[in-house]
Each structure stands twice: as structure tokens, then as C-alpha cells.
């Protein structure tokens, strides 16, 4: 540093993520370095708030997993399902040419698809057979359950769409609106894919988990009936890739203890 220099630091007295140097600085008045001084602090501020900003966001993202979890640990899942539904939300989201940050949101928004199941019954969501219709009746409502507790704010429109949504089908058969084609949100809709092809190629209490080809030939035989063409042509888009299905999949396959 040369003599004369100025090295002013940002921050606080904690943290210095920078300094600003002005190496020549005689032809500064007094009134020159105050202004000086006075931009400094703004930026130190504006840092700071930046700062803040991504944490908050970090803490916010945070809860809502720690959310998604306490739903998926009740499932008797071990929090590897709503990660996986994410990735793979975000990779068809971005195949179905929706923009970075939306398929990112998209994909923030899908760990909370199945949050509803807090309000069933372990008996039935823990049951290690085939549901009865009657308990069918009832898990059921994990989608207007969910649909209920991320209504109370807008910020979770998208997630409260897919947790209503997301069993619906494309010909109307699904619930629990019976909604059909296009009524059914486009995040819905991919998120369908999403799940069904997770819960089939993973164990369950009442299935092994299947192989990736006989995975995929379900969605193919599926596509147009239960699922939007267009998501599962994207889906065999990924494959054909080799982004769908990865290897660690496939060794990882029967790690699910519970539905
Ligand atoms: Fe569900």
C-alpha cells in the first residue's frame, strides 16, 4: 500500500467481505472524503442486506424441507424421495422449456407435493398391503389437506397447485377434482411423472422396485391416458440422454423402508 493511500474497509466490524483503495488521494478535500466515507457505509449496508437476503432464503428453503421431511418421515420415507422428485421436476421442468428460474421454483415447490399426508392416519399410510377402497377413500384427501395448509399464503400458489394436482390425470380419471388435459397445471402435470416414476422404481411396503426399462415402458403405456404426452416425450427425451434414469438410482433402488 503507498503511503498517501486510502483503504477504506466494507462491512461491519465483524465481517470485511472487501475494502475500496484509492491509492491517490492529495487532491481530496475534506468534503471529498466524507462523500467518500458516506458511499462506503451505503455499501457496507447494501452487503449487509444482500447477506441477510440469502440467508433468509437459505432459511426459508431450510424450513420448507425440514416440512417436506416431517411428512415424508411419517410415510416411513427417508427424505430421499422429495429430493429425487425435485431433481427430476427441474430437469423435465427445463426439458419442457420453462426458464432456469421457474423450473427451479417448480422444483422448490414439489418437495411439499405429498405434505398433506400429515393429516392421514399412520395405519393406512404405514399399512404393509394394498389399501382397501375405503382406505384409498381417505389418502386420498392428502391433496386437498395439502392444498389447505399452503393456502394461507400466495407464496405458495405453485406448491399448493401441485399438492392438489398432482394425482389428477390427463384423461380425467385421476382425483380429486377429476380434472382433465390442460385444466391441470403444467407443474402438476410433471410432477405426476415425477412421482409415479420415483414410487415405481423404489421399494415399497407392498412392491420391489422395478427396473428402469419396466419403469419407463409404464410411463409409455401411460402417456395420454394418465400422463400429458408432452411430459412423458420429455421424460423419454431425458433417458434417451442418459439423464433418466442415473446409475446411483439404480443401486439405490430399494433404499425406501416405507410407501
Ligand atoms: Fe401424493
Redesign the pocket.
Known sequence: MKSGALLLPLGNKLQVPGFIYLESTHCLTKNDRHLIQVMVNQCSSALENLKLHFELKEANRESLYMLAMAAEFKDQNTGNHIRRISEYTRLLALEMGLRAEEAEECAQASIL??IGKLGIPDAILQKPARLTEDEFTFIRR??TLGARILERHHWFQLAKDIALY??EHWDGGGYPLGLRGNEIPLTARIVSVA?VYDALSHKRPYKEAWEPERCIANLRENAGTKFDQTVVDAFLRLTDRGVFPRESEKKTGSEETGK
Open positions: 407435493h405429498d392428502h391433496t398432482h394425482h412421482d
